[in-house]
């Protein structure tokens, strides 16, 4: 089983849409969670953290369920600039450990 | 964005050769991680430091080794390429264990 699971996709959305991922990670000890985004041949980017008391940067919202150690990322009013691929993250567990999942695609058409 | 710029950005080499990838940063932080990206696996860890001449493996360091010198420079060495490293290298800086990481733009290496 890997240590964090995503739906690889793709997602296809048409913009305005509002889209959700999940993610489930392993790992209970996993003390911190991130959203990064990475766009085609680029190099991942931070999207924003994940807090255990949910978090919201403009039309995005991540949440965190500790007890089915599980995090989700909604995006609402989907933009065409928003195709990408997210990848889920935990860490926290030893030495600067993070734990990627391996992505899921998103594909917002007109 | 973060200063770290990764040297080269692309290189063709031949199985059985040496190849050393360059991570440098401009944001003093003492965290400095290799990654390498394939389909189908996502993001895995090779090597990591957590300061001058401190290193540790990560998930995938068979065939690699690092160094870091400085606080600035972290190296990876391929000491005999072979096609299975065939892949792109990102390098990522963070400022304390377990924080946000930032990475480089990455170098796509490919091994005939």
């Known amino acids: 089983r890997k240590e964090v699971e995503q739906d690889p996709g793709p997602f296809n959305v048409p913009e305005g849409a509002t889209v959700a991922f999940n993610c489930t990670y392993s790992?209970?000890?996993?003390?911190?969670f991130f959203w990064y985004r990475q766009d085609c041949r680029k190099e991942p980017k931070l999207l924003m953290s994940?807090?255990?008391s949910g978090n919201e940067d403009g039309r995005f919202t991540a949440q965190l369920n500790r007890a089915s150690q599980y995090i989700s990322l909604l995006i609402r009013d989907s933009k065409l600039s928003d195709s990408a691929t997210y990848l889920c993250?935990?860490?926290?567990?030893?030495?600067?450990?993070?734990?990627f999942g391996q992505g899921t695609i998103l594909t917002v058409h007109p | 964005d973060a200063g770290i710029t990764q040297s080269p950005r692309h290189k063709v080499t031949e199985t059985g050769t040496p190849v050393t990838l360059r991570c440098h940063q401009t944001?003093?932080?003492?965290?400095m991680y290799w990654y390498r990206q394939d389909p189908g696996h996502g993001l895995r860890l090779i090597h990591y430091?957590?300061?001058?001449?401190?290193?540790d493996k990560g998930e995938v360091s068979d065939g690699y080794s690092v160094s870091r010198s400085k606080t600035e420079d972290f190296l990876l060495t391929l000491e005999s390429a072979t096609s299975s490293q065939t892949s792109v290298y990102f390098c990522?800086?963070?400022?304390?264990?377990?924080?946000?990481?930032?990475f480089g733009p990455g170098t796509r290496l490919t091994v005939l």
């Open positions: 944001e003093n932080h003492r965290y």
């Open positions: 994940v807090y255990s």
């Open positions: 790992n209970s000890a996993s003390q911190s």
């Open positions: 993250v935990a860490g926290g567990t030893s030495y600067g450990k993070l734990t």
């Open positions: 430091s957590y300061g001058v001449k401190d290193t």
């Open positions: 990522a800086i963070s400022g304390r264990d377990g924080d946000t990481q930032y």
